[in-house]
């Protein structure tokens, strides 16, 4: 995989061990040729924030985790997620296709998304069972998708926004509604279009929030899952707390998870100089940039936004 910082390529003790941990976290996308079919769109346009959101790796993998630190609160989805998984047998496995079905979601051909949504469909149909709590649950309740879409949509345009670079309030309400259509294919229907609407569900599901052994087990494996290689291994765990205190602070408080678990302040501006970085970063053998190609758009297209010159 090619790696280029703004056209220049990176020097090989920086740009390897980029290279190493893109290829780990997107081998699950070897199957996906997001090149073809030439001209076929993706569900959301080039242009769209989610095609700049979503090339970044620092801010996908802190938002991934956030989003699944909502997901586990709940105790359904918790029960749906934890017990039908393989998070805690091979999590670097889960991690891949998590990842991939995210990359094919937003840059993927449409008709590559569509099969692969209605594939993930299909298996939801056959999860089901008894949250911890005794509630029943099923995967395709409509409430509990919706909230699994909207914990998605919070984590990776959270992160960005946090972490990479600060999106407008019309840009963040454009990120939640272009995650619209590929929500509805999910069966999510009512997942939230706005960050408005987003701040609404939040504070209807937080009674049902609750804290779990599930939810620290999962943050322990996130620090040491072999995802990085040795020279960005201490990043991993910065980028753990990083997703930690992306977590609105009386949730992080009803979770039990204590301010010693979150961002330390000197902390935060070493995460926003990765995100920043990374969103600078080209791999040319990544979703994105094939997703390019694909349209007939240039490589360095999604890296011309805030004056950045590539």
Not at 19 to 26: F, K, S, V, Y
Not at 81 to 98: A, E, G, K, Y
Not at 119 to 135: I, L, P
Request: with cysteine; glycine share 8%; hydrophobic share 45%.
């Amino acid at each position: 995989m090619s790696v280029v910082i703004c056209n220049t390529p990176l020097p090989g003790l920086v740009g390897r061990p980029i290279d190493a941990a893109a290829r780990r976290i997107l081998s699950a996308t070897g199957a996906v040729d997001f090149t073809q079919p030439a001209g076929e769109p993706a569900l959301v346009g080039p242009d769209s924030v989610s095609w700049r959101v979503f090339k970044n790796p620092v801010s996908l993998f802190i938002g991934g985790i956030a989003a699944v630190i909502l997901e586990l609160a709940e105790p359904r989805v918790r029960a749906g997620v934890w017990d039908h998984s393989s998070f805690r047998s091979d999590p670097l496995r889960r991690l891949q296709r998590t990842g991939m079905a995210a990359m094919v979601t937003v840059y993927g051909a449409r008709s590559d998304a569509e099969r692969m949504i209605a594939a993930v469909v299909r298996m939801h149909g056959k999860v089901s069972g008894e949250a911890s709590n005794g509630a029943p649950y099923s995967a395709d309740d409509v409430d509990l998708l919706d909230w699994v879409q909207a914990t998605a949509s919070f984590g990776f345009i959270g992160a960005y926004d946090a972490y990479v670079s600060r999106l407008s309030p019309v840009d963040v309400d454009r990120a939640y509604a272009e995650a619209a259509p590929s929500a509805r294919l999910y069966g999510a229907t009512g997942a939230p279009v706005s960050a408005a609407a987003m701040a609404a569900l939040i504070a209807r599901m937080t009674p049902a929030l609750e804290p779990s052994p599930v939810l620290q087990e999962f943050l322990t494996i996130m620090r040491t899952v072999e995802i990085a290689p040795p020279p960005l291994k201490p990043i991993q765990s910065l980028l753990v707390r990083a997703a930690i205190d992306l977590v609105p602070a009386d949730l992080r408080r009803r979770l039990d998870l204590g301010a010693d678990q979150g961002l330390r302040p000197w902390e935060r501006p070493m995460v926003r100089f990765a995100g920043s970085l990374a969103d600078r970063i080209r791999l040319d053998g990544s979703p994105a940039v094939q997703a390019c190609r694909r349209l007939g758009l240039p490589a360095n297209h999604l890296y011309g936004h805030r004056g950045t010159r590539c």
